[in-house]
């Protein structure tokens, strides 16, 4: 079992940042990928960013390359979204997810997730 709880989120003016943490736990919390998806009201549930279990792999999303950057603190058991240059469209609850194929993008395959942390863009 992993367990999974999200913190961070918030409301943000149009290019500003926030940044989004995971705290996982579990024994086998190593063995598994890490990612965030997220659900804006009436879409479905869209990939974001994902790290390999090592940190020395990551995917993103192209609608947000070169402005969010996905991060692993091994020692902590936590992982980071960290977003920058925030747009009203990233507006959405952002989910945490472990999976232990790489790379995590299918939602329908995702092992374990958590109960999601809402990120609010204002134009």
């Known amino acids: 079992q992993v367990q999974l709880v999200e913190s961070g989120g918030g409301l943000v003016q149009a290019g500003g940042s926030l940044r989004l943490s995971c705290a996982a736990s579990?024994?086998?919390?190593?063995?598994?990928?890490m990612g965030w998806f997220r659900q804006a009201p009436g879409k479905e549930r869209e990939f974001v960013a994902a790290?390999?279990?090592?940190?020395?792999?990551?995917v993103y999303a192209d609608s947000v390359k070169g402005r969010f950057t996905i991060s692993i603190d091994k020692a902590k058991n936590t992982v980071y979204l960290q977003m920058n240059s925030l747009k009203p469209e990233d507006t959405a609850v952002y989910y945490c997810?472990?999976?232990?194929?790489?790379?995590?993008?299918?939602?329908?395959?995702?092992?374990?997730w958590g109960q999601g942390t809402q990120v609010t863009v204002s134009s």
């Open positions: 997810a472990a999976d232990r194929s790489w790379p995590p993008l299918d939602r329908k395959r995702i092992d374990y």
């Open positions: 790290i390999s279990w090592s940190g020395g792999s990551t």
């Open positions: 579990g024994r086998t919390f190593s063995r598994y990928h």
